[in-house]
């Protein structure tokens, strides 16, 4: 068997089925690594973080507001103005190896991711339904820590069942299925990864809450429940939110190398 079969087999195993081209990995990182990204995160300097409209509150004097962190470079006209990861995101942890070596991002240019994005999510906080735009393709690798949440993926109302256009401007304002297509229990430590299609006729979300109430007979049935060591997403119960900060990992292709041109 070859190594190629080798990282496909690897990701198989985590497929969710209802969705094309998503896999959930459980414990992709350790409790140690998770704890030492937090810290690493919370130490990056004041002016690392920025704020971004489609994070804001359902309620218009609900602060603080949403907060992020991009590592890697800025993107500027599809371009990225590349910039080098910090060492707490290649070397220790090996974040990148560690997501290249699952053989999600074969597809991509580079292999590997080279840009990051870190959004804090307190309690009650969540992201609209949106879609992330060609830059995000072809695959998103997103870890989770401190905290779980419950992602969602919604259609377009007028969508057919195998709506492959490419993903551009023209879908805004079309209307959205109000129930999710297919939720996830994203748990702390776990790393989610989508892939192409999922990019051209679906849009995401986390609703705000500070509670989810998942399983039985009212809760959100989650299609990961076989990867999860949650008993609330097996037999019904409550999981409380508390703060969640998300790494969302892409290799973007086209790449201005500022360090290395000197420029
Ligand atoms: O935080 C997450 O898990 C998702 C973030 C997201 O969808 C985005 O940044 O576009
Ligand atoms: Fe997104």
Not at 20 to 28: A, L, M, Q, R
Not at 63 to 89: E, M, S, Y
Not at 196 to 225: F, P
Request: proline fraction near 6%; aromatic fraction near 8%.
């Amino acid at each position: 068997m070859t190594g190629f079969e080798l990282t496909t087999n690897y990701l198989e195993q985590y497929r969710i089925s209802c969705v094309p081209e998503v896999y959930y990995i459980p414990d992709f990182i350790t409790e140690h690594d998770e704890e030492y990204l937090l810290r690493k995160i919370h130490e990056a300097p004041q002016p690392m973080w920025r704020t971004l409209a489609n994070r804001r509150s359902a309620s218009p004097y609900s602060f603080p507001l949403a907060r992020l962190q991009i590592w890697g470079g800025i993107i500027k006209n599809g371009v990225l103005v590349g910039q080098k990861l910090p060492d707490w995101l290649d070397k220790f942890p090996d974040l990148v190896t560690r997501l290249r070596d699952t053989g999600a991002f074969k597809s991509a240019k580079h292999g590997q991711p080279n840009h990051v994005i870190v959004n804090e999510y307190l309690a009650g906080q969540g992201i609209m339904p949106h879609e992330d735009g060609p830059a995000y393709h072809p695959v998103v690798g997103t870890i989770s820590l401190g905290s779980h949440a419950v992602f969602n993926y919604y259609k377009y109302a007028d969508a057919s069942t195998d709506d492959n256009a490419p993903s551009n401007n023209s879908n805004a304002g079309r209307a959205v299925d109000r129930t999710p297509l297919v939720s996830l229990l994203l748990k702390p430590r776990s790393l989610i990864i989508t892939r192409s299609s999922l990019y051209t006729g679906h849009l995401h979300a986390i609703e705000e809450r500070t509670q989810d109430v998942l399983g039985g007979d009212d809760g959100v049935k989650v299609a990961n429940v076989h990867l999860v060591r949650a008993e609330e997403a097996r037999t019904g119960g409550t999981l409380t939110r508390e703060t969640r900060m998300s790494l969302t990992s892409r290799d973007v292709e086209r790449v201005l190398d500022v360090e290395r041109s000197g420029k």
